[in-house]
Antibody
Framework: QVQVVESGGGLVKPGESLRLSCVASGFIFSDYYMNWIRQAPGKGPEWLSF????????VYADSVRGRFTISRDNDKQSVYLQMNNLRVEDTAVYYCARDLTTGGLADLWGQGTVVTVSS | DIQMTQSPSSLSAFVGDRVTITCRAS??????LNWFQHKPGKAPRLLIH???SLQSGVPSRFSGSGSGTDFTLTISSLQPDDFATYYCQQSNNPPFTFGPGAKVDIK
């Protein structure tokens, strides 16, 4: 079955860290760029970052640059999002998504993992 | 950053109606415009990419048009499975911004 499945969300306090994981199956993971996208309650989705198939290129949105780091392990068919210095405004559903091209066009999304940042 | 706007923000329609949602970019994005369908608790679904290309497996009642700054998603005959929120997104330049969404519900 062609899918991506996110995990690692939870409730954390401002300033704390969290690492999200996404495991892919049913396709040749190493052929694809991968994205992280989030959606805060009541808002449209917000693209956060993508990583190239061989990890040579990473791009970030300004809102997370310097705090979040995307990485991948092709042997484990996985992509990760290390989130440091979390803020209340980072509260959202976080989605992992396969890219149809070379960044920004997500053709296969997971169901998401919920991150809540609250004191 | 490129700003995306959508109208209407919500609409009510009957099964069988023709539904049109518009999307506007704050600058020229060529045809780098994508449409997604999202239902609560489900993974978002890519419907249209490159402004007009129907994603594999998507019913032909969905179509997209436009270029530059103005785009349209049309559902030719609304079906019960189509009640959802629809988002446009530009993939011309990062950050790849989304519109605020258009919720389609049953009249």
């Amino acid at each position: 079955q062609v899918q991506v499945v996110e995990s690692g969300g939870g409730l954390v306090k401002p300033g704390e860290s969290l690492r999200l994981s996404c495991v892919a199956s049913g396709f040749i993971f190493s052929d694809y760029y991968m994205n992280w996208i989030r959606q805060a309650p009541g808002k449209g989705p917000e693209w956060l970052s993508f990583i190239s198939s061989g990890s040579t290129t990473t791009v970030y949105a300004d809102s997370v640059r310097g705090r979040f780091t995307i990485s991948r392990d092709n042997d484990k068919q996985s992509v990760y999002l290390q989130m440091n210095n979390l803020r209340v405004e980072d509260t959202a559903v976080y989605y992992c998504a396969r890219d149809l091209t070379t960044g920004g066009l997500a053709d296969l999304w997971g169901q998401g993992t919920v991150v809540t940042v609250s004191s | 950053d490129i700003q995306m706007t959508q109208s209407p923000s919500s609409l009510s329609a009957f099964v069988g109606d023709r539904v049109t949602i518009t999307c506007r970019a704050s600058q020229n994005i060529g045809i780098y415009l994508n449409w997604f369908q999202h239902k609560p608790g489900k993974a978002p679904r890519l419907l249209i990419h490159g402004a007009t290309s129907l994603q594999s497996g998507v019913p032909s009642r969905f179509s997209g048009s436009g270029s530059g700054t103005d785009f349209t998603l049309t559902i030719s005959s609304l079906q019960p499975d189509d009640f959802a929120t629809y988002y446009c997104q530009q993939s011309n330049n990062p950050p790849f911004t989304f519109g605020p969404g258009a919720k389609v519900d049953i009249k």
